[in-house]
């Protein structure tokens, strides 16, 4: 028998301390160069989308490759196109950590419309209490003291 997958996922992680980097008008440009990194881990970006604190992508990911692998490539290779490209003042990062969530195929076009949806949504809710609803959802238990990092002003 041959081998066969539909590993889709519905991924998300903020910048560090939510800080509003990602800028309307380049978060296409951001999202073309997640596709190539999710393409050289044999998967396919779906949908993206978000604001300027985070992104939610929809992936389909291939079984050679660890989710953990997979996303630390992503993150990785868009912080470093996003400083070498010098889209904000200083150095870019994204926040420790993501959520990933499994989706069936026959909620995958549920999830790209809410992917879509993403400005539309935040006018409604923050990102916390988004991203904390999700965990919820898929029933994730958590300790609500390590879900964010926290910027420590002195």
């Not at 990911?61 to 630390?72: N, R, W, Y």
């Not at 868009?78 to 400083?83: A, M, R």
């Not at 904390?132 to 002003?153: G, Q, S, T």
Request: with cysteine; charged share 25%; net charge positive.
């Amino acid at each position: 028998m041959s081998t066969h997958h539909g590993i889709l996922l519905h991924v998300i992680f903020s910048t560090k301390y939510r800080k509003r980097y990602l800028a309307e008008h380049w978060q296409d440009e951001l999202f073309g160069y997640i596709g190539g990194a999710v393409k050289d881990h044999k998967g396919s970006l779906l949908k993206a989308g978000g604001i300027e604190d985070h992104v939610h992508l929809l992936l389909r990911i291939h079984p050679e490759f660890a989710i953990s692998k997979t996303l630390q490539l992503i993150k990785t290779n868009s912080s470093k196109w996003i400083n070498e490209q010098r889209k904000i003042r200083g150095k870019f990062h994204w926040q420790r950590g993501y959520g990933a969530f499994s989706v069936s195929q026959s909620m995958a076009d549920t999830v790209r419309k809410y992917i879509a949806n993403q400005k539309e949504h935040h006018q409604q809710q923050t990102f916390e209490t988004e991203y904390l609803e999700c965990l919820k959802k898929h029933e994730i238990e958590y300790d609500p003291r390590y879900v964010f990092d926290m910027e420590i002003v002195t």
